[in-house]
């Protein structure tokens, strides 16, 4: 009878053992499926009242970001004559001012995309990707449906006062940041709104002497633009007896147009949606290159082609063959960036166009998210609240001084008027190295880095006289709306792919068979191409765009 009853008890504490054992085990699966922490990405600990609470580890404001080291594995591109990210002084200084270790993975340039795809293929992918050509599709496929980038709304919220910030006072950029699901989920590389010269990119230059040798003044409308140029190519502006000038040239043909169409009325809601811009007299979005006003500028452009006003081989052209033809002194007038890259320094930037119906606007302006999608944290991350706070110093001013500037006294100097001016280590760099390649030696910001691009800490062309005084020339005519790159459902962009190819595909072959004489824009030829565009399946790619920006208009 005792031995039963012994054998019972022992059968009964080991079932009470169990069970306890197993509901801790449910407990504690439970939690962690609940919760951002763990595995899954995010460190935050469930409150109570199921709200997070600040990791134990992490200082919410202030250096260092965290209490203890901390490490994370970052991959990120590396281009050609960049130091190793670890040995650049500016690394290593952030991470003394952090606490935050990075393990780096960098990838050469050319093999960036290949590498980003296998990475996220495999699901062998690090905590945060910095520079790796995540794409919108990207965005949607692993943030919104798959959730291996994280969203990030709720962590900038709490976690993020300089870039929180930035939205607050630019909605639109939030806006046009804001996938179909709702979810934010890269940091950009910003440009300052109102550092113009950057944002307007290249330019319309003309060449100053030659003006002033024949006597005209600068041109104000296009057709004092072909009367200008049409007196380069007969007025021997160069004064060497040949007619060798070649009136207009460009990087390349696109170049030119995106600088012109402003004054037709083309293109007026920037560079972000190609070909799609807003019709101002229904308030319908517009396939441009299917408007007459479109007509009249193809036809603008194939004139100044017949006459040999526009460079014969501007179709092949580039900026390499540019630099080389302004320098041997045969251009009068180029698209292109700014003329302090050239020998011949009298260019000077031509002002905003008005063209023949009165149209007279700024096109050609970049958004705000330059690079939209320039760092995201995936869900390996385990300090992701951490990883928020070290990505979000760089919008701040110092770290936007120290990622653009280095480290004072050792890369710049403040002189006397408050300018900020790097030191003959990056301006005369004892190993030959020029001014790019210098900064690759101290910081990784050369090739784009998260952050915020200003005139005050910018020392490229963009910030130097000649673009500057042509950004103040532009001013006035800046379009009042800049639309950002949409983001597109999987579904949408599956058939927009397809339709781009086909469509834009199209124009390009059709706009140089008209300006080469190939193909007449007569109204017989005009009316076939619209057609032709209609059949290719026009509707369905407008509204694709429409759904994208009506998704864009009310995102909040």
């Not at 609940?34 to 709200?51: L, R, V, Y």
């Not at 970049?366 to 995936?378: L, Q």
């Not at 691009?453 to 910030?463: A, D, R, V």
Request: glycine share 8%.
């Amino acid at each position: 009878m005792k031995r039963g009853f012994r054998f019972l008890s022992l059968v009964l504490a080991i079932l009470m053992i169990a069970s306890v054992m197993l509901a801790c085990s449910n407990s504690d699966t439970t939690e962690d499926s609940a919760s951002p922490s763990g595995e899954q990405g995010g460190s935050d600990e469930q409150a109570s009242n199921g709200e997070t609470t600040v990791p134990d580890s992490l200082n919410e404001t202030g250096l260092p970001i965290v209490k203890e080291p901390i490490t994370i594995k970052v991959m990120s591109n590396q281009s050609p004559g960049q130091a190793n990210n670890a040995d650049m002084p500016v690394i290593k200084k952030y991470e003394e001012m952090t606490g935050i270790h990075v393990e780096w993975e960098l990838v050469p340039w050319d093999n960036t995309t290949e590498r980003k795809n296998l990475a996220l293929a495999s699901q062998d992918y690090p905590d945060v990707f910095i520079r790796m050509f995540i794409d919108a599709t990207d965005i949607v496929t692993y943030g919104s449906q798959q959730g291996v980038f994280i969203k990030l709304n709720d962590y900038i919220d709490k976690y993020a006062p300089n870039i929180k910030a930035f939205y607050e006072k630019n909605p639109d950029v939030a806006r046009g940041l804001t996938a179909p699901d709702g979810g934010i989920y890269s940091f950009p590389r910003l440009i300052d709104p109102d550092f113009l010269s950057m944002r307007l990119g290249d330019r319309l230059w003309i060449r100053k002497g030659w003006m002033d040798k024949i006597g005209i003044k600068e041109p104000a409308t296009t057709e004092e633009l072909y009367n200008a140029l049409k007196a380069f190519k007969e007025q021997d502006p160069n004064g060497n007896g040949q007619a060798d000038e070649i009136p207009l040239t460009g990087q390349n043909l696109g170049s030119i147009i995106k600088n012109i169409k402003g004054a037709w009325g083309l293109g007026n809601r920037g560079n972000a949606a190609n070909f799609v811009d807003m019709d101002e007299s229904t308030n319908q979005l517009r396939f441009w290159p299917a408007d007459e006003k479109y007509r009249d500028m193809v036809e603008y452009m194939r004139k100044l082609y017949s006459e040999k006003l526009l460079d014969q081989e501007i179709f092949t052209s580039g900026w390499d063959k540019v630099i080389a033809k302004a320098n041997n002194g045969t251009i009068g007038a180029y698209a292109g960036w700014s003329p302090t890259l050239l020998t011949v320094t009298d260019y000077t930037g031509i002002g905003v166009l008005e063209g023949p119906q009165g149209d007279k606007i700024v096109p050609s302006l970049s958004p705000v998210a330059e690079t939209p999608f320039m760092a995201v944290i995936t869900d390996k991350n385990k300090y992701p609240e951490a990883t928020v706070r070290w990505l979000d110093y760089m919008y701040s001013e110092e770290g936007i001084k120290l990622f653009n500037m280095g480290i004072e006294g050792e890369t710049y100097t403040v002189d006397a008027n408050g300018e900020y001016v790097f030191t003959d280590v990056i301006t005369n760099n004892p190993n030959g190295l020029n001014q790019d390649q210098a900064r690759s030696q101290y910081m990784p910001s050369v090739s784009g880095w998260p952050g915020i691009t200003m005139q005050k800490y910018f020392k490229g062309s963009e910030s130097t006289e000649p673009p500057m005084e042509a950004a103040e020339k532009s001013k006035p005519y800046i379009i009042k709306e800049v639309w950002p790159q949409f983001i597109f459902t999987t579904e949408e962009n599956d058939r927009l792919v397809a339709l781009k190819a086909d469509i834009e595909g199209y124009v390009n072959e059709i706009q140089e068979q008209v300006i080469n004489g190939k193909y007449s824009f007569d109204d017989e030829g005009w009316n076939n191409y619209v057609n032709q565009l209609k059949q290719m399946g026009l509707d369905e790619y407008l509204s694709i765009y429409k759904a994208a920006y009506d998704r864009y208009s009310q995102a909040q």
